[in-house]
């Protein structure tokens, strides 16, 4: 059974960068047609993709956050991350991995999903 | 970019009714079109794929339907488990994009 968790810290300072990390468990973050991604949700709202990358290290995001973010993988540590800069509050959201499974032509879902971990972005 | 529009936002509904939500694309997105729920404080779970697919272990009054623009989620009986929030998403083209949600609360 393939597992997502999220780390990182819960909190981070306006402008700085956030971090955060994916770890895959129960398969290798490399076998099959899969992607990872990023998506967030902030409290009471819904969801907003972020942004995924194929463990060949192509990646495609979201317009509206291009220009701070950036998706890497580890496949030696099963894992992969997240790093948006100059955060605000606006920035502040549960934020979640899941894994893509485009395998079929026509296809294409979020079958596992990390349990989500909460940053806020505050002095 | 290609923006999902859900139908109702919010709907209260009684154990053993039969509830549709509807979901519009922007542009065609084909059967790029799947279904989520999401219960609080939980991460979204997988319910329909490729529009009308039934992901492993969802029970069977889940159904979906639609191609193209329109797309519907119905539940056929509902159970207490089924009050939740749902998502449409499209996986057609990046960025992929959710639906509002559709919040299904016990009337």
């Known amino acids: 059974q393939v597992q997502l968790q999220e780390s990182g810290p819960g909190l981070v300072k306006p402008s700085q960068t956030l971090s955060l990390t994916c770890t895959v468990s129960?398969?290798?973050?490399?076998?099959?047609?899969?992607?990872w991604s990023w998506i967030r949700q902030p409290a009471g709202k819904g969801l907003e993709w972020i942004g995924r990358?194929?463990?060949?290290?192509?990646?495609n995001y979201n317009p509206s956050l291009k220009s701070r973010v950036t998706i890497s993988v580890d496949t030696s540590k099963n894992q992969f991350s997240l790093k948006l800069s100059s955060v605000t509050a606006a920035d502040t959201a549960v934020y979640y991995c899941?894994?893509?499974?485009?395998?079929?032509?026509?296809?294409?879902?979020?079958?596992?999903w990390g349990q989500g971990t909460l940053v806020t972005v505050s002095s | 970019d290609i923006q999902m529009t859900q139908s109702p936002s919010s709907l209260s509904a009684s154990v053993g009714d039969r509830v549709t939500i509807t979901c519009r694309a922007s542009?065609?997105?084909?059967?790029?079109l799947n279904w989520y729920q999401q219960k609080p404080g939980k991460a979204p779970k997988l319910l329909i794929y490729?529009?009308?697919s039934l992901q492993s272990g969802v029970p069977s009054r889940f159904s979906g339907s639609g191609s193209g623009t329109d797309f519907t989620l119905t539940i056929s009986s509902l159970q207490p488990e089924d009050f939740a929030t749902y998502y449409c998403?499209?996986?057609?083209?990046?960025?992929?994009?959710f639906g509002q949600g559709t919040r299904l609360e016990i009337k």
């Open positions: 490729a529009a009308s």
């Open positions: 899941a894994r893509g499974n485009d395998w079929h032509y026509g296809d294409d879902h979020f079958d596992y």
């Open positions: 542009q065609s997105i084909s059967s790029y």
């Open positions: 998403q499209q996986s057609y083209s990046t960025p992929q994009a």
């Open positions: 990358i194929y463990t060949s290290g192509s990646t």
């Open positions: 129960g398969g290798s973050i490399s076998s099959g047609s899969y992607y």
